[in-house]
């Protein structure tokens, strides 16, 4: 949860510029307002993002400053909540998985790599599909299901060093 204050002084970027980016993506159902707090005779917005991602062609039509910003606010809340989740014993669990692997890769073994990507998204979303219906109400025999979160990602890194 951030307001665009906040996020503004976060990403050293003009509040103005960052409204505006807020208040589209508010449009375009990305973040949800969550909150106002009053600030110096005004009223200051909190939001969060809904995290309604979109297909490959709604994503490809947003401004790319607004895909930028839209990702490192989603990538700040990944790294809050697997912060959180990592002091809280989130990653206690043996089944619970962490790794990053460097790769240089040419154009045909990234567009393989990002199809394999997007199938073990859908491979996630069957599962958590399978998963519901096998407890769709849980009861003194049938054990509630676990939260959990998979964040997949793969880019560029762009460090010159």
Request: proline share 5%; hydrophobic share 40%.
């Amino acid at each position: 949860m951030a307001s665009p204050n906040q996020l503004a002084q976060a990403l050293g970027e003009a509040l103005g510029s960052v409204s505006y980016h807020v208040r589209i993506l508010r449009e375009l159902d990305c973040v949800e307002l969550v909150s106002t707090a009053p600030r110096r005779g005004a009223l200051e917005h909190y939001y969060r993002s809904t995290r309604p991602w979109r297909d490959d062609e709604e994503w490809a039509r947003l401004p790319a400053g607004v895909r930028r910003e839209t990702l490192a606010w989603t990538l700040s809340e990944i790294f809050e909540e697997a912060s959180n989740a990592s002091l809280e014993g989130g990653f206690d669990d043996s089944e619970s998985y962490v790794s990053c692997i460097a790769l240089a890769l040419d154009q045909q073994a990234r567009t393989e790599l990002s199809a394999l990507l997007a199938q073990t998204h859908e491979a996630a979303l069957r599962i958590n599909a399978d998963s519901g219906s096998r407890h769709p109400q849980h009861g003194p025999e049938t054990p509630p299901a676990i939260a959990t979160e998979l964040w997949l990602m793969h880019f560029q890194n762009v460090d010159t060093n």
